[in-house]
């Protein structure tokens, strides 16, 4: 098939999943979307992986920014043209996080760069169902029959011993104020989706915090270290709020005993 000069020629699979996974991580570095490609469809060609996304930059559906600190390496998010690129490739993607004509707000960008880091490790790892994210979860708290009673990070469905485990993934870089949690602890409780919740810090010392400002809930909620879910993934040990330590894996299996339970009951 001939292009018009100056025209992009999408391909669906590829400049699909691209497109996708940087407005679902609302930026991502260079490294981590080659990452994605090599384990999303295979591509471990770095030179045609480069020309793909220099292409897609080029004809603006990408933005490519470069920030001090991460030592010179590309980051990258959606435009709106981007998004209208997915549309026709299929994919109606609700609540993109679009940049405007400015820098990225730098303080989300490590952020998000740990949440990509997060959902990289799960699908590297084979336990990755699926993954929502913040954009989306946000479109869906519009409606009351959909919404959740928080805007989670992401949310994440994860295969453990041939089951599947649903639960809210909360990337917690700062501590927040006592207010701030007695109100999100308010909001955990009266949750009637899920019945999972993860936060990783990237501080071992704030699962203590966090632990002591969850204390006395009756919630699955599961505190662990961020770099140790990287390297040992469901072999990473979790505190859970009620100050128990056990494995991530262990935590998902009293998830999916407490679903079943409840469907039981219903």
């Not at 940087?22 to 930026?27: E, F, M, T």
Request: charge should be positive; charged fraction near 25%.
């Amino acid at each position: 098939m001939r292009y018009q000069k100056g025209s992009l020629g999408l391909n669906g699979l590829k400049d699909t999943a691209i497109l996708r996974f940087v407005a679902d991580s609302g930026c991502v570095t260079h490294g981590q979307l080659a990452r994605f490609a090599r384990m999303d469809y295979g591509e471990w060609n770095r030179r045609v992986f480069n020309w793909r996304i220099r292409r897609l930059v080029s004809h603006h559906l990408v933005r490519k920014q470069v920030v001090p600190y991460l030592e010179g390496e590309s980051l990258y998010s959606i435009t709106r043209a981007g998004v209208q690129a997915l549309e026709i490739l299929g994919v109606t993607f609700l609540g993109a996080t679009l940049e405007r004509e400015k820098d990225a707000r730098e303080a989300r960008i490590p952020h998000a760069l740990a949440l990509s880091a997060i959902r990289l490790t799960m699908q590297a790892t084979g336990i990755l169902w699926q993954w929502i994210p913040e954009s989306f979860i946000r479109v869906m708290n519009l409606s009351p029959v959909s919404g959740y009673e928080k805007v989670y990070d992401a949310i994440a469905t994860i295969w453990v011993n041939e089951e599947r485990a649903r639960i809210a993934i909360e990337y917690e870089r700062t501590l927040k104020s006592q207010t701030k949690y007695e109100k999100i602890r308010d909001a955990i409780e009266h949750e009637s989706q899920l019945n999972g919740f993860l936060y990783l810090v990237p501080i071992p010392q704030m699962v203590l915090n966090l632990t002591y400002e969850f204390r006395g809930t009756r919630r699955l909620i599961f505190f662990g270290s961020f770099n140790e879910f990287k390297e040992k993934v469901l072999d990473a040990e979790v505190r859970a709020a009620n100050y128990h330590y056990m494995t991530l894996r262990e935590a998902l299996q009293l998830v999916i005993k407490l679903e079943k339970s409840k469907q039981q009951k219903a």
